[in-house]
């Protein structure tokens, strides 16, 4: 998608460049040329006030309309218009050929809420995000550490450390779930040889843990590619004079590093509590089925077998409006909470 | 002008080019088949398509009965059905009450077709019909069996599995406890149908009120009083045991059994063709056990699929439709079929003509599906199930039958809240679909 999104930014731009540089060639060129210079010094204080980099189109609205268009239309298409329906939707009894459609009010919500089902899919996917999150980038941290200390070979481990998210979700839910298979599955074997009874076809926690830990494997990648690059940005001067004061490399990661790469570990948070809602769908439908008993039965999973299997659309439409709700607002507490405590100095 | 001329006489030129081929009726069947099972299924639209020049039938593959079903849903949404869609049986209360179905025995009788609908084997035209009537065509029909492996039972002393569970718990603990095999049975992945609603079914147990959902959409579920709960019981015991395994996701109950570690498994009638391929071991297959204390075991239920004649064509592709449906109730068609896949053909004429011709004796394990389907008399506990959103309450089912497996719930809870959530969702439907009746009206 950043692909497509990318051509018709470059394809738009590119005369405008022409322009600027091309100066009087006609009109419009001129004027945006001057536009560009009658506010150019305002913003660029700004820009160095933020930190931030900031685009400058003159012409007024149309440009600038023009070059948001392909993104809108997609958010219109994609995001708006399901949206709405799902809200609509939500409040209507219907027979999935809609040829029997009733307003029910919010009866759809009232049942979700009743049901002890849907309440321990709320539990379930409680903690399966925060397992996966602290575990995505706990592990992505200590990786990230260490291809500092690596000297040789650091392209390989990077390579190896990026190739599972070339992987599609659904071909590593099935390796995770033969590797992981108490019948056949070798690594299964090792824990019932350590004495551990394994079986997440049974065991509702074995289940959790199972998923978890595929879904973290899937995006440690992720976490690590920013990380190692919010390392990069760590001032080089800061560590050296840590360690001429004595501090050991373990030291100077947790008191300088870490703390600077605060922003990165922010939005890392917020983005793996999004991949925890919205993408392990399909990890979820390779490795369990949401099973044993419902132990991994996340809301997602939930919407999609409730409206896709159980044809039940009312209540699929009721779950995903509840989980863009419980998506909304833990984003928003992020911000409201953590956002303060994050330092952007660097 | 004089171009134009010219464009529309090379038209018509081209068009008597192609004439014959224009002239046949394009129908579209989407279908959930895949595999060998697939392949079959082309090769039988191939032959329709040959045995006359007036319709085309184009089979589409549109992913697994979900998939089929989420098609066609969106594609009436969008005023653009299929003639025809194969629907599972799990679905036929949503497909008959949708009110975008053709009946197709009142289609079949219209277009002057003479198909003899009392021919059809009784679990399979009660299954598909509404108040005598057919609604969806059978196609693809079968029923659980009983596989096993045969060195298994003559390495420890039996010549096959008993007829009843009590004996046949007893062989599986001998096979097991002798080191014979692994484990006795693998859990079936679509264990509430075989082990649960069949089980009701040949053991002559109610499995909702008003004849389990034949005489109203008023039904509630009742196997939470009946021997399913102590069915349920048993399984739990022979997982504990080590006596029963499950398979899990990312692998197949049937590999288990065609890799010979376990020594049993219950299974659709369907998978003759899998299981003739796959195993390595000296396989066979009887009748599903029956409990002890019943004396007369009934038929079993159907499963798979049956075609839905889709609503808003033009009368041309219901010719069209009603000649394939006509084709697809002929004996011969019947009898290739069921050689073909395994499912049991849908008339008794065309399982006579299959006896006539000796294909039992060469396939003995081919007839027991039939057999089984046609044992005694159907009655109120065999015909079948009538449960609006019946995909909705196996799922609630399954998950508490796995809570029991779990060790989270008793089987006797867990079969309370299995029947509790499911009457809700009964109550759901009917609510949705309050005073409907099948509309009859005419294409």
Redesign the interface.
Known sequence: MTLRLSIPWRDTRAPVLQRRHGGHQSKAGTGAAAGGSRTSGKVRRREQEAGLKRANFGDGPGLPTLLLLPQLLILLFFFFIPSLRALMQSVL????????V?FVWFDNFK?LLASS?YRQSITVTFWFTVAQNVLTLGSALVLAFATDRIVRGRSAYRTIILLPYAIAPAIAG?LW??LF????GPLAQVLHWVGIAW??????TDALILVTLAASWKHVCYDYIFLVVGLLAVPVSLMEAAAVDGAGPIRRFVSIALPMLGPTVFFLTVMNFIYGFFETFAIID????G?????TNILVYKVF??G?????LGSSAAQSVLLMSFALICTLLQFRYFDRKVNYGV | MGRKVAFIAALFGALALVGPAQARVEVQWWHAMSGVLADRLNELVEKFNTSQDKYTVVAVAKGNYDEVTNGVIAAYRAKRPPEMVQIAERGYMTMLLSGAVVPVQDLIEQKGYKVDFSDFIKPVASFWSYKGRMSAMPFNSSTPIFWYNKDHFQKAGFDKPADTWQELESQLYTIKSKGISECGTVLPGDFYWSLLENYSAINNQPYGTLANGFDGLGTEFVYNKTKVVSQVARLKKWLDDGVMQIAGQGFSPEQLFTSGRCSTFVNSTASHGNIERNATVNWSATFLPHESDINSPLNSTIGGGAIWVMRGHTQERYDAVAAFLNFLAQPETQVWWHGATGYVPATNRAYALARERGYYKDHPTREIAVLQLSRGTPNENSRGFRFGNFVQTMLAQRQEVEAVFAGQKQPQQAMDDAVKRGNEILRQFEKLNAGKTLETERP
């Open positions: 009894l219907s027979d999935p050929f809609g040829t029997n009733q049942t089902d099935i779930a033969f298979n108490p019948a056949v079986d997440p076809n049974l065991n509702p390779a490795v369990t089925k099973g044993p008993a419902g132990a077998v409730d896709f299997v159980n044809l039940d």
